[in-house]
């Protein structure tokens, strides 16, 4: 079966080896996905904005393999705080409003980069082209 990918477009793509979202037939898996602006850097330190940052991510990722947000059936969101839960929940609520995927919100003890407060993975299905 066709295999699509999307790079995360960093020098960690061949080291770890992954892609930031692979599309196999219908089905779209994106990575753990976090705040980071076209720089590189967090967009801000506060986990509402890296949410909100990390879904634009995502959303891009998407488009590039024929997918929109509202093809999302799946998310799971890390979180170093899980007092920031709503904050978290708002960006994410903006962003899905009607559409409701299932999902899961986990505190983990750290991320990759300390900087870093929220990553999120996605699973989207699509009609087959």
Do not use: C
């Not at 602006?37 to 949410?51: H, N």
């Not at 999302?72 to 899905?96: L, Q």
């Not at 409003?97 to 990759?112: F, H, N, Y």
């Amino acid at each position: 079966m066709k295999r699509d990918r999307v790079p995360a477009g960093t020098k960690w793509d061949a080291v770890v080896g992954y892609s930031r979202a692979v599309r196999v037939g219908q089905f779209i898996h994106v990575s753990g996905t976090t705040g980071i602006d076209g720089s590189g850097r967090p967009v801000a330190p506060d986990p509402e904005a890296q949410t909100r940052q990390a879904l634009v991510n995502i959303e891009a990722a998407l488009e590039r393999l024929g997918a929109t947000m509202a093809d999302v059936v799946r998310t799971r969101m890390f979180v170093t705080d899980i007092d920031a839960w709503e904050a978290v929940g708002r960006a994410h609520g903006e962003v899905f409003g009607e559409l409701r995927p299932a999902t899961s919100m986990v505190e983990v003890s750290r991320l990759i980069a300390p900087e870093l407060v929220v990553e999120i993975e996605a699973d989207a299905v699509v009609s087959e082209s």
